[in-house]
């Protein structure tokens, strides 16, 4: 089933943040818009002038987008979810251009499953910026612009 952009970011945040709150959605939900606006690097090329779509659907960025990991099928995944009201409040607010200052301009997040953030995000193309309950988020580094 073929999902409009609206329907795709609720999806997207509640499986990968519903059990962070509001502020948690809404910090992912930044990055994927953070992703549509960066004026340079990898996410400039595939967002090609702000396409929200394409940056969630690229390739290996989202887990909830995969229906299996490493071989075997993956449940958390965009089409089992069911959207309530404030998925599609925020990704409504999202779509509309806003994006929480708790990540700033953030491209990257993960949940590093402990209780600190590795400084930076693994190909050193981000640095943590701020963590938003359970997942890390990072800036952009001078690296990634070469991306």
């Known amino acids: 089933m073929a999902y409009d952009t609206r329907e795709l970011l609720a999806r997207l945040i509640q499986c990968e943040a519903g059990g962070e709150g509001y502020d948690g959605m809404a910090a992912v939900a930044s990055v994927v818009i953070n992703r549509?606006?960066?004026?340079?690097?990898?996410?400039s090329r595939v967002s090609n002038g702000g396409n929200v779509r394409a940056?969630?659907?690229q390739p290996n960025q989202f887990t909830c987008?995969?229906?299996?990991v490493r071989g075997a099928y993956n449940s958390q995944n965009i089409y089992n979810m069911?959207?309530?009201?404030i998925h599609y409040q925020?990704?409504?607010?999202?779509?509309?251009?806003?994006?929480?200052?708790?990540v700033g301009?953030?491209?990257?997040?993960?949940?590093p499953y402990s209780e600190s953030?590795?400084?930076?995000?693994p190909t050193r193309i981000g640095v943590i910026y701020n963590r938003v309950g359970a997942h890390c988020f990072y800036a952009p580094t001078s690296l990634y612009a070469d991306t």
């Open 36 to 43: 549509s606006r960066v004026e340079n690097g990898e996410f």
């Open 55 to 57: 940056i969630i659907e």
């Open 65 to 68: 987008l995969k229906t299996s």
């Open 82 to 85: 069911n959207p309530e009201d």
């Open 90 to 102: 925020i990704a409504d607010w999202a779509l509309a251009g806003n994006t929480s200052s708790a």
């Open 105 to 111: 301009n953030s491209l990257f997040f993960f949940n």
């Open 117 to 121: 953030c590795p400084t930076y995000f």
